[in-house]
């Protein structure tokens, strides 16, 4: 069975940072691209980051490059996207999901992170 599991979100102050991080289980982890997307609340949800199947390339949303980084362990079948300088608008419900970063096949349950001061 296909798991997506998110850990890491919470409450932070503007400026500070976070480390979300996505655990795999039930599927080949090394062999999917992984992305990170978000949801605001009365938004839609956007894509924020993703990352290719060994690293070698990760790309961004406009509105996070700079302050957030995706990386993977491939050993331990997980994603992480470390966030800095965080902003009010980063406010959201946060997903990693795997495979093609606009329509992915599996989705995690999601974790809030919620910015406010």
């Known amino acids: 069975q296909v798991q997506l599991v998110e850990s890491g979100g919470g409450l932070v102050q503007p400026g500070g940072s976070l480390r979300l991080a996505c655990a795999a289980k039930g599927f080949t982890f090394s062999i999917f691209t992984m992305s990170w997307h978000r949801q605001a609340p009365g938004k839609g949800r956007e894509l924020v980051a993703f990352?290719?199947?060994?690293?070698?390339?990760?790309n961004y949303a406009d509105a996070v490059k700079g302050r957030f980084s995706i990386s993977r362990d491939n050993f331990k079948d997980t994603v992480y996207l470390q966030m800095m300088n965080l902003k009010p608008d980063d406010t959201a419900v946060y997903y990693c999901?795997?495979?093609?970063?606009?329509?992915?096949?599996?989705w995690g349950q999601g974790t809030q992170v919620t910015v406010s001061s």
């Open positions: 990352i290719s199947t060994a690293a070698e390339s990760t």
């Open positions: 999901a795997a495979g093609p970063p606009f329509s992915p096949g599996y």
